[in-house]
Each structure stands twice: as structure tokens, then as C-alpha cells.
């Protein structure tokens, strides 16, 4: 009943694309995330711990359900 036509089963079902090089932000030199060690929006100068967009977002879910 749920058989593929012959030839089918062999190709993907959707091609993963290729991901593409990470490039750096022109500009000044941006802080590192203490977390991950991306560049942030912060410059260097910026004191205390800098999180990158991704890593402060997931700061913000864990502490919201924290309670």
C-alpha cells in the first residue's frame, strides 16, 4: 500500500543546502559572547559580560522560567 515508485526510495526527500562560511562583521573590532565566543553588536571596549543576539535570547527563556 504505502510503496514508493521504483527509483524513489534512493533520493532525498529534501536537499540539504550548504551552509555558508561565517563571515565578520566589518568595522571595529566587536567583543567576543562569553558563552559561545561569537561576535557580538558590542564593541571590545564594552565592559562586563557581552552575549551575542543568540545566547541572550537563550539567557532570557531560561531565566523567564525560572520562577
Do not use: I
Not at 561569537?38 to 551575542?52: D, R
Not at 545566547?55 to 522560567?65: I, K, L, P
Amino acid at each position: 500500500m504505502d510503496q514508493l515508485p521504483s527509483g524513489a526510495q534512493d533520493e532525498p526527500y529534501c536537499a540539504t543546502p550548504d551552509r555558508p562560511e561565517r563571515v565578520r562583521p566589518a568595522g571595529p573590532p566587536f567583543a567576543e559572547c562569553v558563552l559561545c565566543r561569537e561576535p557580538t553588536e558590542y564593541p571590545e571596549s564594552t565592559k562586563g559580560s557581552t552575549l551575542c543576539p543568540v545566547c541572550a535570547w537563550q539567557e532570557a527563556q531560561r531565566t523567564a522560567c525560572s520562577g
